[in-house]
């Protein structure tokens, strides 16, 4: 599986941008790169994923380096309920698995 | 729709205890999975089930087993509980386990093994 590298934690002022950066330099050419958030005692849920082009969608905008091998979650105006840890994941089908590492704990301050 | 459900929510069980956890989707999804989350730490997969009928291990699946009852429940059975299986488990679903699709998640079961 390839191996990500998040910052343990960052802190945001509310309604101000956050971009999460996440380094997968083993990442394969078939993986796609996803993002889960999990919030204070809740499940993780999907935020975005994509392959090798930049993505939008109504919670975040996913960009992707040319060489695949690191990835930005931008969150455009952070709210107090976007407060969560944020995962970035390659996910391979053939291993049929979301592989977790540590994430990057995302602090929101009013 | 509610998603994926799990049950119980809490449980408390001294060791040598067996128990089952109990998780159903109701997307019609093909893939399900089990994974555990001790504190401060990411989710790990104990067992998954690509489809109704099958069921394969995960990066951590001593001390447990599954079933894939139909084809909307997986349970996770402990068959003799021990303390370091104190953690948080939570169950996935998704429709055929393919790279681009999205896991959906249960609220999850806090277990303590005394």
């Known amino acids: 599986d390839a191996k990500t590298t998040q910052p343990n934690s960052m802190e945001s002022n509310e309604e101000e941008p956050v971009h999460l950066p996440c380094n997968h330099s083993t990442i394969s050419g078939t993986d796609y790169i996803h993002w889960y958030r999990q919030l204070p005692s809740q499940g993780p849920e999907y935020v975005i994923h994509g392959l090798t082009s930049n993505v939008n969608n109504r919670m975040a905008s996913l960009a992707i380096a040319e060489d695949r091998k690191s990835s930005t979650l931008i969150l455009h105006r952070a709210t107090l309920r976007d407060a969560a840890v944020y995962y970035c994941i390659p996910f391979k089908a053939a291993g049929n698995k979301l592989t977790f590492g540590g994430g990057t704990r995302v602090l929101v301050k009013p | 729709n509610a998603g994926v459900t799990q049950t119980p929510k809490f449980q408390v069980l001294k060791t040598g205890q067996s128990m089952t956890l109990q998780c159903a989707q109701d997307?019609?999804?093909?893939?399900m999975y089990w994974y555990r989350q001790d504190p401060g730490m990411g989710l790990r997969l104990i067992y998954y089930?690509?489809?109704?009928?099958?069921?394969d291990k995960g990066e951590v699946p001593n001390g447990y087993n599954v079933s894939r009852l139909n084809k909307r429940e997986f349970s996770l059975r402990l068959e003799s509980a021990a303390p370091s299986q104190t953690s948080v488990y939570f169950c996935a679903s998704t429709g055929q386990g393919r790279e681009w699709e999205t896991q959906y998640f249960g609220p999850g079961t806090r277990l303590l093994v005394l």
């Open positions: 997307m019609n999804h093909n893939s």
């Open positions: 089930s690509a489809s109704e009928g099958t069921t």
